[in-house]
């Protein structure tokens, strides 16, 4: 079993940035490839970008990529996604989530899931 847990969201200009963190607990998050999604208001949930287990692949959504960057700290348990040049698109509850294997751009293949963090950017 895995827990993760998401903070570090907020309220930013746009323009701005902010630095997610996804705190994992449990014995087996180590091996895990995790990822991170997004979700705004009457909207489905969408992939931003993953990172594979222990960390030399990451994987990115064409809507961000440039702009944010995921990155772990396997020492600490913890994921982060830094996000820059923030848009006021870009706002939503962002969630982590992580899985066995190689990591995916595809939700339903993520086991274990954050309670999510919101994120909004005001233009």
């Known amino acids: 079993q895995v827990q993760l847990v998401e903070s570090g969201g907020g309220l930013v200009q746009a323009g701005g940035s902010l630095r997610l963190s996804c705190a994992a607990s449990?014995?087996?998050?180590?091996?895990?490839?995790m990822g991170w999604f997004r979700q705004a208001p009457g909207k489905e949930r969408y992939f931003v970008a993953a990172i594979s287990w222990p960390g030399g692949n990451t994987y990115y959504a064409n809507s961000v990529k440039g702009r944010f960057t995921v990155s772990r700290d396997n020492a600490k348990n913890t994921v982060y996604l830094q996000m820059n040049s923030l848009k006021p698109e870009d706002t939503a509850v962002y969630y982590c989530a992580g899985k066995l294997g190689r990591y995916s751009s595809l939700e339903y293949e993520y086991d274990y899931w954050g309670q999510g963090t919101q994120v909004t950017v005001s233009s």
């Open positions: 449990g014995r087996t998050y180590s091996t895990y490839a």
